[in-house]
């Protein structure tokens, strides 16, 4: 079995914090293996390769391919320092009805074994590392799966099978994972009425189902979608919401995350946040992004300021409320596809000197390393994380100086594939 691998590193205590995170979120969305899983890839199926590539054809007739992998006599494949084996995008097929999965494996400590999910087979999310022999079921209804090594030592990883339980195959379509569906929806306002779209969906994914909604009146309004599962918060701490909006006035936005009509966390506006990621799609649409940890983190907290909930990890996220007017909603989900990288700091909030001020950057991955600089560090700079003040360790902390402005610029290295995220920046003004 393998063992997540210590992050150690002496300019970034925020490494060890991230792989708290990992660690956490494989015990709790792994169990032991069922007894109804049964060989899917096995040495029976191995594909023939070329220059450590391949695809192979399996007997539902959906198309697995093959990269940085070799042949192993023992199992399936053995794949190298990022290579991986999934489901091609250009499978006429994909798989459906997955409702656990696990891989026999073998690897040493510095190797992950990740399990990523796509809708369309091009564009990956990370879900979670895998560890050997253990079920997720967080693979479910996701017709794109994807198996990566990444490797801090440079080392193959050894697949011996592939156990699913309940698969079968069917054409890719991205709805089994959108909970854009008038079935969905758990309240409205009076004053909107909810139609079923069949015809002005959304140009991305695939869709063939959208939610139509038309205002009456002024008064405000807005409208509770039920997700199709349930999630945990620790399950998708790493990941965003998304959706496509498609509106023809232009009005602030505000979305909330529920858990039985709960709020978990902040409610994030438009008009505030750059965490709101909105890119224009044409014809009126918009596809809209909101890193998780924009909602909720679990490392903030100084002193007593913005110190996670201790029930956190296990709070259930069942819903998500929107404020709309006459407008279309699509393709609303959960993933873990990568997005760009946004502040959520009220811009009503004025830092005072002395005082500890949290910046609120918001991304999406598994958080590997971060770099913070202040422009002027007489006006104020970083808190190490070493601070005992700090309740997790967070990276995002600076301490007010004096008053003046500075400049916040912050780079961070995410996800399974250790991507460095173009930097952003932020000016705060102390009084």
Request: overall charge negative.
């Amino acid at each position: 079995m393998t063992k997540l691998q210590k992050i150690i590193g002496g300019t970034l205590v925020s490494l060890s914090v991230s792989a708290i995170v990992i660690q956490f979120a494989v015990s709790t969305n792994s169990k032991n293996a069922k007894a109804d899983e049964v060989a899917y890839l096995d040495a029976s199926n191995s594909p023939e390769l070329t220059n450590g590539e391949g695809t192979m054809t399996d007997s539902k007739g959906v198309t697995w391919e093959y990269y940085n992998a070799e042949d192993y006599a023992s199992g399936h494949i053995t794949i190298g320092h990022e290579g991986y084996f999934g489901i091609s995008s250009n499978s006429a097929w994909g798989l459906s009805g997955i409702q656990s999965l696990r891989v026999d494996y073998t690897a040493d400590a510095q190797s992950e074994l990740w399990l990523l999910t796509s809708i369309d087979g091009v564009d990956w999310g990370e879900q979670l590392i895998l560890q050997d022999n253990i079920s997720t079921t967080l693979a479910k209804n996701w017709k794109y799966i994807r198996f990566y090594n990444y490797s801090s030592s440079n080392s193959s990883i050894d697949i011996d099978c592939l156990y699913i339980d309940s698969v079968c195959a069917e054409t890719v379509a991205s709805e089994d994972v959108d909970s854009a569906h008038s079935t969905q929806i758990a309240t409205h306002s009076a004053n909107l009425t909810v139609y079923s779209e069949t015809s002005d969906v959304s140009p991305l994914g695939g869709s063939v189902e959208a939610v139509r909604f038309e205002k009456s009146g002024k008064e405000s309004s807005n409208v509770t979608f039920s997700f199709w599962r349930t999630y945990t918060a620790l399950e998708v701490a790493n990941q965003k919401l998304e959706y496509d909006l498609k509106v023809g006035t232009n009005y602030g936005k505000t979305v909330e995350l529920l858990s039985n009509n709960k709020t978990v966390g902040l409610v994030i506006n438009s008009n505030d946040a750059t965490s709101f990621i909105s890119t224009p799609l044409g014809d009126n649409w918009y596809h809209i992004e909101i890193p998780m940890n924009a909602f909720f983190t679990f490392i903030s907290g100084y002193d007593n300021d913005n110190v996670p909930p201790n029930n956190l990890a296990t709070t259930v996220i069942d819903s998500v409320k929107f404020n709309v007017g006459t407008s279309t909603i699509d393709n609303l989900r959960i993933s873990g596809s990568q997005c760009s990288m946004g502040f959520f700091n009220s811009p009503r909030y004025t830092p005072t000197v002395g005082s500890a001020l949290w910046v609120k950057a918001s991304w999406v991955g598994v958080l590997h390393s971060c770099t913070l600089t202040c422009s002027d560090e007489t006006v104020a700079k970083p808190i190490p994380t070493t601070d005992g003040h700090l309740r997790n360790a967070s990276p995002f902390y600076i301490k007010c100086l004096s008053s003046g402005t500075v400049t916040v610029t912050i780079t961070l290295v995410v996800g399974y594939n250790r991507q460095q995220l173009p930097s952003i920046t932020k000016t705060f003004t102390i009084s």
